[in-house]
């Protein structure tokens, strides 16, 4: 039998997870935009990697 509280606290876990994710995203979008800081500088502040953060710039 599967334990639903566990489940449920793996699906919040979960979504938390994503949206922190897309938090991060969404911060380095926006200092990309505003053009002051490097990819590497917006890497090291969101905790994202230089590969996500010039995907971002390049998308």
């Known amino acids: 039998m599967i334990d639903i509280s566990y489940e449920k606290q793996g699906s919040y876990l ?3 997870r ?18 002051k800081l ?8 969101t905790k994202l990697t230089e590969a996500e953060v010039l995907a971002l710039k390049n998308s």
Do not use: P, R
């Not at 994503?18 to 053009?35: R, Y």
């Not at 990819?39 to 502040?45: F, K, L, R, T």
């Open 14 to 16: 979960q979504g938390k």
């Open 18 to 35: 994503e949206g922190v994710s897309e938090t991060k995203l969404d911060i380095a979008k926006a200092m990309l935009t505003l053009g």
């Open 38 to 45: 490097s990819v590497a500088e917006i890497a090291q502040a």
